[in-house]
């Protein structure tokens, strides 16, 4: 089959990661874990199952991160797989790869996958899925976008095609370690709707190299940005939770739509809100507020 090398970005996912390099091991030709100086026992159990191991300083996102594997590593295999420490293939993907990938034409550069939530140890079927992404790319012909939040991998050249069968995000984490987390994301997610709205960073937005469902979903999220504050983050999860049928997940599924659909979007537009408030549209005060409010430099 064709050669594949895995690259994971990891800081504390002891929980994770030997499942992770498990499941890629019967494909993957090298398992390249790009850690961010973990302080438990991530790095020895990577090591121990035969990863490498690279450490880099956090710059502040993936994007950075996984671009700076591409660009210094040496990688020596066709192609690329780009995962998360707490996601794995469902055996029908890892199949699907073996058997078709190495007869893939030579203008496609990219294979799109299926993507399915765990939460609370169900499958999250109504409401978010599937989520497409493209994951799996030939050497050089693909970089993380660069984004605050919501990146995605695209492609600088050549078509992309969508395997069949899933992968899964299945966090083995508590449901305080999710709500910190979305407390996390959300100034990420603010700066990104108010980089939409005010081109914060003086880009355009370019949809043409990312898959068609993350080009769609970009297109929603330009539109969600131009409506009220805090009356989209309602709207958003009535739609996931009544009009894609969210709420036939019994309580986790309420969970998983109230919180992340509902809850996290609501703590984003108020930090937005916050911004705004502080600085109005000045694009300067806005850096200045998030660089001293939240140690982040735009």
Known sequence: MANISVIILTYNEEKHIE?????????????????????????EIAKTMGAKV?????????AKQFNWALENLSI????ILRLDADEYLLPELVKEIKVKLENIQSNVNGIVFKRRHIFLGKWMKRGTYPVKLLRLFRQDKAVCEQRWMDEHIQ?????????EHDFVDHNLNNLSWFLQKHIGYSIREAIDLLDIELNLFGKTDCEAKL???AAAKRRKKLKYAKQPLFWRSFAY????YFFTLGFLEGKEGFLWHFLQGWW??????AKVWEIKKACGTDKEKIREYVKNKYELAL
């Open 264 to 269: 996290y979007r609501t703590l984003v537009d």
């Open 54 to 62: 690279y450490l880099h300083k956090w710059p502040g996102n993936q």
């Open 19 to 43: 499942r992770c390099i498990e499941n890629v091991k019967p494909f993957g030709q090298d398992i390249i874990i790009v850690d961010s100086y973990s302080t438990d026992k991530t790095i």
């Open 237 to 240: 999860f009535v739609y996931r």
């Open 76 to 79: 020596n295999s066709e192609w």
């Open 211 to 213: 898959s068609e469902q």
């Open 155 to 163: 492609l600088v050249e050549g078509k992309m095609i969508e395997f």
